[in-house]
């Protein structure tokens, strides 16, 4: 059964050094350990699996970001390439740890470049951002890998300079068959095969508020993000609010902290 486990890596002491694109102040590390500990209780309080806990990686400053380094599409683990030079063999020991996981693994080829934040997958489509870490040769061979195996389509979503990842904006929730969108990306996600929920992002400190992690109908949601709260239990879903904000400090949402596979 896809989609019910977690593949989690506790944050190092170096978390401070991760890459960030604007200043929003330093991590302070036991709060950041204390915040991934709560969010990894939530993971397991909704019904997830925790079943890969990877110990803290302090040469790799943003290796607690697991969702970088791979992508999952049905039954393939796709390794990523990472764009920046800091975060290249983040990769290795992700793949060691899902390996038991999957009999199909394939790589992302140079110059091909892709990160895990810029794929959303939906039943049957990819949506894939094109940003300063994913560009268009490795966008173009995951869609050909999702199309030739699985017969996805694909769309590819040109992001502005100051976005890092798509999915920063953007999640799915296949058991409600949800997208949830940042009201400025939403005209990119209409169609008829999913719901969509638009949430406002009103603020800095709710930027990542449609970053949010469900099971069934209870949705992990980043505690500051209050319309996202709102407009979520509006619907019907059950909240679990996580305050994330040392990891927001290197840029870092919610998602960015789990791989589900
Ligand atoms: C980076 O810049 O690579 C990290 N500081 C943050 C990565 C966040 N990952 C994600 O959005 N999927």
């Known amino acids: ?73 049905e039954e393939t683990l796709i390794i990523a390439r990472l764009a920046r030079a800091e975060r290249q063999g983040e990769e290795t020991e992700v793949e060691s740890a899902l390996r038991p996981y999957f009999e199909d693994i394939v790589h992302i080829e140079p110059p091909g470049l892709v990160e895990g934040g810029d794929v959303l997958v939906t039943d049957g489509h990819l949506y894939v951002g094109l940003s300063g870490r994913t560009n268009l040769a490795g966008a173009e061979q995951l869609a050909r890998f999702a199309r030739d195996k699985y017969r996805y389509h694909a769309s590819l979503i040109e992001l502005p300079d100051d976005h890092l990842h798509l999915k920063g904006e953007v999640t799915y929730h296949p058991d409600s068959k949800t997208i949830v969108v940042a009201e400025r990306l939403a005209p990119e996600f209409r169609n008829d095969r999913h719901r969509l929920i638009d949430i406002p992002l009103k603020s800095d400190a709710e930027r990542f508020g449609a970053n949010c992690i469900s099971r069934r109908t209870s949705f992990i949601v980043d505690a500051r993000c209050g319309a996202a709260r709102t407009i979520l239990a509006g619907h019907g879903f059950s909240i679990r609010p996580v305050d994330l904000d040392q990891f927001d400090r290197v840029d870092g949402a919610m998602t960015c902290l789990s791989k589900i596979f």
């Open 1 to 73: 059964m896809r989609n019910e486990k977690v593949l989690v890596r506790m944050p190092g002491k170096t978390i401070n050094r991760g890459l960030r694109i604007k200043d929003r102040g330093e991590v302070d590390v036991a709060t950041a350990v204390r915040q991934h500990s709560d969010f990894c209780m939530a993971l397991c309080e909704i019904g997830l699996d925790l079943a890969v806990w990877l110990p803290a990686n302090d040469a790799f400053p943003d290796s607690v970001f697991v969702e970088d380094p791979a992508v999952i599409i």
